[in-house]
């Protein structure tokens, strides 16, 4: 079962700007396997940004799907996975 979420987050990126861990909800979140990434462009003529996505697996063996906003230059948890 998936939940989506959407809360900011601070993320440490390797070499590739993949993520390495994520700190969310006052605990660190090591990345052990980046399983898919993925870019959406929004309707920019409504506003909308380009966002990077990426599923990962965490050393907790959490999967989770990372947003990151060009726009903003923000980082969310934008869904979790049970």
């Given at each position: 079962?998936?939940?989506?979420?959407?809360?900011?987050?601070?993320?440490?990126?390797?070499?590739?700007?993949?993520?390495?861990?994520?700190?969310?909800?006052?605990?660190?979140?090591?990345?052990?396997?980046?399983q898919?990434?993925?870019?959406?462009?929004?309707?920019?003529?409504?506003?909308?940004?380009?966002?990077?996505?990426?599923?990962?697996?965490?050393?907790?063996?959490?999967?989770?799907?990372?947003?990151?906003?060009h726009s903003?230059e923000?980082?969310?948890?934008?869904?979790?996975?049970?």
């Open positions: 079962m998936s939940k989506h979420v959407s809360q900011s987050i601070t993320v440490t990126l390797n070499n590739r700007n993949h993520p390495l861990a994520f700190e969310w909800r006052g605990r660190v979140h090591r990345v052990t396997e980046v898919e990434c993925w870019r959406l462009v929004g309707a920019w003529w409504d506003g909308e940004s380009e966002n990077t996505f990426f599923r990962v697996r965490t050393d907790k063996n959490g999967i989770y799907e990372l947003k990151f906003d903003r923000a980082w969310q948890v934008f869904r979790t996975e049970d």
